[in-house]
């Protein structure tokens, strides 16, 4: 890698990166120190990579804390490795900070490695450079190509479903941002963490391997990201109001019902995964939900008529306008 | 990927880069457009990845055409592959731009294709965000385990190669920041096509595999840059200032000879190969050069004393005392 912007004690920051983050793999030829990482790939599987870029002020408020900042940084990819049914392997990360900070990279490798050494992810690239902060995450992991979840797939009649709950994470964006006022100390807590540390569903993605027909994690809101999958397989949906999973916690903070099924339709950020499966497989949903304790639920069915349909607790239909995260601001 | 940043029109810009980036490969399983992109591994040969970001200002002129920002951008990714003797295969690409500008995201990816095409790498993953212009690039290849080359391995005795000129690029930023004046207009042309295009020595380096002991390319200067290999295999090098190739241009730009070697030793930027091999192979070394049509200088040899010996003209031997790029602005 360059070594030219890393002038000044730079290069003490990438040994820094390296020490404290260190996981050993065996699929890890030659880690951070040569020009680039050697890695054993793996055998009757494909690689599946992505990269998601955090900015200051755009992607978490100013005042976030480095170790949850560390978090966030892999679990926004690992959350996409998830949505293919991928295991993660391997990350690389690139850092931009505006001054040499050690205190605050020790907290982003705190919060960083954490969640790193749960799902057994190594660093084996990194690269810092001077400006204002950003980070910039590749992750690579890998999965039978045959059984990849894809955001195409869905079949009319499919169930769908969602794993957790939804609008916490734009609950606790609304706190930071004071627009949400009134919410008790514990709550606030809870939806600040679930904006701060989401929880990629890593276990359900490869549990759903061969059984979703597709998937894709909500990470700009369910009725958004609900739609891709709907735009690329030429099908609609039909969503039960009543049924959308929403914490006891968001219910307290947001206890008007009509503003309580705006964050959980629309609010970003939560991770959680959204998924197509045959109905016939239903039980078998619940069975992986209840084996991982991790609530999934069903929240409507795959429809032949494009668009999506929601039923409210009245039973009426009212056809949705898509309205994504720029829309919700 | 995320999605959630791409609002107002930055969907629009994922479009657009998938459009102007195509390049089948049929290692490409799924490219840009899921939440991650699915990759054949290439079989009985292990990976080779590496991350660099360039920041506006930082390391480009904020004056730079987009489309040697876009060529830049993966050429010093490629540049690091080419010193392990790794073959290229596919990028992903973070890009941050301070607001939606069609123009500019349109000329950096003709300066990106540009490169790509001729190494056929596909862009396979990208993320766009608003923020300060920042480009953070992932690139991977594959090269047989056993033949890559790497930073350590350089033994008593090897003779020390590099490619190309040396110094060429730091006076074509010595130009921009006008601390160079009185330069031909052809010359001033070629020194900063030398820091806009750098060309990634990926021939060559796959041509050393299993030949060259040590490699590493040459972004901070050769005495920096060497030194890591030095310091890497505990050992020493004397190299002959007389030897240190420099372009024409540069020669005619930077008269005194002082100055010309400071730029030689000292200057970052170029991107060429540093090897070292066998003094056995001289003549193979000479040959792969003669095949790949560029120029292959021996310019010293690796000593059992360490430190760093520069033989002047004079025939003296002078110690050369580290300095890096950061000493040498």
């Not at 479903?161 to 006022?181: F, I, K």
């Amino acid at each position: 890698m360059r070594r030219r912007a890393r002038a000044s004690g730079e290069f003490d920051l990438i040994a820094r990166v390296e020490k404290r983050t260190r996981l050993p793999r065996s699929d890890v030829l030659l880690g951070i120190g040569d020009d680039a990482a050697a890695l054993r790939p793996p055998a009757g599987q494909c690689l599946v990579a992505c990269v998601d870029a955090l900015i200051e002020g755009v992607h978490f408020p100013r005042a976030t804390a480095p170790a949850d900042v560390g978090w966030k940084a892999l679990a926004v990819n690992l959350s996409d490795l998830a949505a293919m049914g991928a295991m993660p392997r391997w990350a690389t990360l690139s850092l931009t900070l505006p001054r040499s900070d050690p205190a605050w990279l020790d907290g982003f490798l705190r919060g960083w490695q954490r969640l790193a050494r749960r799902h057994r992810v190594a660093l084996v690239g990194g690269d810092t450079t001077r400006g204002p902060r950003a980070i910039a995450v590749q992750v690579l992991g890998s999965a039978p190509w045959r059984k990849l979840l894809r955001r195409s797939g869905a079949r009319v009649g499919d169930s769908i479903w969602v794993s957790g709950t939804l609008g916490d994470a734009a609950a606790g964006l609304a706190l930071v941002r004071r627009r949400l006022r009134g919410v008790n100390a514990a709550d606030a807590r809870f939806l600040r963490g679930r904006l701060d540390r989401p929880e990629p569903r890593v276990a359900l993605g490869v549990g759903l391997r061969g059984r979703a027909h597709a998937c894709i994690d909500v990470s700009d809101g369910l009725a958004q990201d609900l739609g891709h999958i709907l735009v690329a397989a030429g099908v609609g949906a039909t969503i039960d109001a009543e049924c959308l999973p929403v914490s006891p916690a968001l219910q307290r903070a947001v206890p008007d019902a009509r503003r309580l099924l705006a964050h959980a339709l629309n609010g970003g950020d939560d991770y959680e995964l959204c998924f197509t499966a045959a109905r016939a497989r239903d039980d078998r949903i619940v069975a992986l939900g209840r084996a991982l304790g991790l609530r999934l639920t069903r929240i409507g069915r795959v429809t032949a008529a494009r668009g999506l349909l929601l039923r409210t607790s009245s039973g009426r239909h009212v056809e949705y306008a898509a309205r994504g995260y720029a829309h919700f601001r």
